[in-house]
């Protein structure tokens, strides 16, 4: 097809011209312009409707809050601090609030810990590499995410015949350079994944935004409550179990092979480092500008899964109450945590056993025995509800 090329379009009964096009590619439009919506070329949906009435729906988008359904995107909150020696124990180690590292049968390293960021964000997550593991096994995986809940999924509408796209966008520069892989995971009833590829081009900051199609199959629907139902995962490294096949851009039930195919090797050099921040993840094709909260309304978000007690020795809660021959320490949640939480907590006598007694108390022994002749203080104390 060829193409239309003209500065100029008049009426054939006019005497002026009605539309004029500059080298700038601006339109100047003479007279009433009609119709009856707008929308960017890059959109799915209409952002301006005009009804027959003359009324005027903007879809405003930007100025919407909540939008972003993960916590901590701009990697403000940095309860635990730092995490050193991430390994190659299956668990996943957290450092900056809801962000945690998980390492599978990996001879690499890690330290995990707050960055700096780029233009428009003072912090960022930052993962170095401290021991390389250049030969990868075929079972070795390592990807930082985001669990969460139901509840806060119910916006995609997943495995109903309404659901809706996914729009992920982030701000990442890394010293290595490369593809890296990107997956949203489902935990509700069938697992199912789909992952899309970016590439780190140089080692500047660069924002990306990454689109995963709606999934409309009913036996994958996310649960309303308070479990798992959505693991965003971004790739560090994988062995040939989950680095193999072709990439999975469309929803499906979950297969390890394809979970990360064309993953770089993030761990193949001590010199290897990865920041990431401006995290968000909407709904829709279109990638909005980042959602700033402000610091304490990140903060309440992140202690429904985690909270620290920081205080000093000799400073803060001691045992007061005495109780058949035992004493007890009161101490309240800032907020509703996401579950009855486990504690973890110690006193100025050292580390003594703490476990729950019951769905609303916590029961401490210090050195498994009462002792009224001293005042104990607690020194640390930390209580984590995550998924």
């Keep these: 097809m060829s193409k239309l090329k003209t500065n100029?379009?008049?009426?054939?009964?006019?005497?002026?011209?009605?539309i004029t096009l500059d080298?700038?590619?601006?339109v100047t439009v003479e007279g009433v312009l009609k119709t009856d919506s707008l929308r960017h070329t890059g959109?799915?949906?209409?952002?301006?409707?005009l009804a027959s009435d003359g009324?005027?729906?903007?879809?405003?988008?930007?100025?919407?809050?909540?939008?972003?359904?993960l916590a901590n995107g701009a990697m403000q909150i940095y309860q635990r601090g730092s995490s050193t020696g991430i390994g190659s124990a299956n668990e996943t180690t957290f450092a900056l609030d809801r962000w945690g590292l998980y390492t599978q049968n990996t001879g690499a390293r890690f330290t995990m810990s707050q960055g700096d960021g780029p233009d428009g964000f003072q912090t960022s997550l930052k993962i170095a590499?401290?021991?390389a593991d250049t030969s990868l096994a075929s079972n070795e995986e390592v990807y930082f995410s985001q669990k969460l809940e139901g509840y806060d999924t119910e916006r995609f509408q997943k495995g109903t015949s309404g659901a809706k796209s996914y729009t992920l966008s982030f701000w990442a520069k890394s010293t290595k350079t490369g593809t890296y892989i990107v997956r949203l995971l489902g935990r509700d009833n069938t697992t199912s994944n789909v992952s899309k590829a970016y590439t780190v081009g140089d080692t500047n900051w660069n924002k990306y935004t990454v689109n995963f199609p709606a999934d409309t199959d009913t036996n994958?629907?996310?649960n309303s409550d308070n479990g798992e139902a959505l693991r965003v995962q971004f790739w560090l490294l994988g062995g040939s179990a989950v680095n193999t096949g072709t990439l999975q851009e469309t929803w499906a039930n979950s297969s390890d092979s394809n979970a990360c195919p064309g993953q770089v090797n993030f761990a193949d050099s001590t010199s290897n480092i990865f920041y990431i921040t401006g995290v968000q993840l909407e709904v829709g094709d279109v990638a909005t500008d980042f959602e700033h909260r402000s610091y304490g309304d990140e903060l309440q978000r992140c202690l429904r899964y985690f909270f620290k007690l920081n205080v000093t020795d000799n400073i803060g809660p001691y045992f007061t109450q005495y109780v058949n021959s035992h004493k007890f320490v009161h101490m309240w949640y800032p907020v509703t945590m996401r579950i009855a939480p486990t504690p973890t907590v110690t006193y100025s006598a050292g580390s003594p056993i703490a476990y729950k007694l019951t769905t609303n108390h916590f029961k401490a022994y210090v050195s498994s025995a009462y002792d009224e002749a001293n005042t104990y203080y607690i020194t640390a104390a930390q209580f984590a509800a995550e998924l």
């Design 43 to 49: 959109a799915s949906s209409d952002a301006v409707t």
């Design 220 to 222: 994958r629907k996310d």
């Design 23 to 26: 080298s700038s590619q601006n």
């Design 129 to 131: 590499c401290t021991t």
């Design 8 to 18: 100029t379009i008049r009426h054939v009964d006019g005497s002026n011209d009605n």
């Design 55 to 69: 009324t005027c729906t903007v879809k405003a988008t930007n100025n919407l809050s909540n939008r972003n359904v």
